[in-house]
């Protein structure tokens, strides 16, 4: 049972996400006042800002497996500094199958100066709204490990969620290690939204 200065936090984190998203629909379809508050009221009261997600994750071995994994996932409305930061684990559309998605470290933001270990390739700084995923597979070359080192920068914007549990088998699961800020945002949407009877049966073993 979480404590009540938990749901306080939980709540403040929910009306956060739904005026960002609100404010974001407003700004794309011209929402009248109307609209906006009953979409900000809808995202406050009935919906939740985590959502689970199954996949085989080799390439962020020893986090996730290549067998199915069930993630929680914590929703980002707009991906940037004031919510993904670097070391998170991040949920973003496949560069090549929009329809895709893929859990990536984010390694590198907008205005990172990138260097490569081959001396043929010229460092470049990451441009606006740019970042620079990798995965944490120690094991894979860099191009089997199908993160920004195959298909390049990706986009903040593909970025939709930010996986904060992970359940690997009905005996092996537990918070996902992201950076020390995004996980002190995370644990009052773990302890209220988190529920592993109900991951274990998404779970496809």
Known sequence: MASISTWFRYMAHKLEYSLTLSLKSHRREKLSDRELIQIVFKNLFYGKISFLHSDK?????PTMTAKENTLLIRKIPI????????????VLKDPKDSDKYLVRRLAAVEGFEMVSGN????????EKDQCWVIAENQDLKAKEA?????FGPVSTADIVGRAIYCLRTAVDHGPVRNSHTAM?????ILAVEL???????????
């Open 57 to 61: 994750v080799p390439e962020m071995s």
């Open 79 to 90: 991906a940037n500094t004031r919510f993904v930061f670097i070391g998170d684990a991040v």
């Open 119 to 126: 001396e043929k390739e010229e460092p470049f700084v990451l």
């Open 146 to 150: 199908y993160d920004s080192r195959t």
């Open 184 to 188: 002190g945002h995370d644990s009052p």
């Open 195 to 205: 529920d592993v009877e109900e991951m274990a049966k998404n779970h496809k073993a």
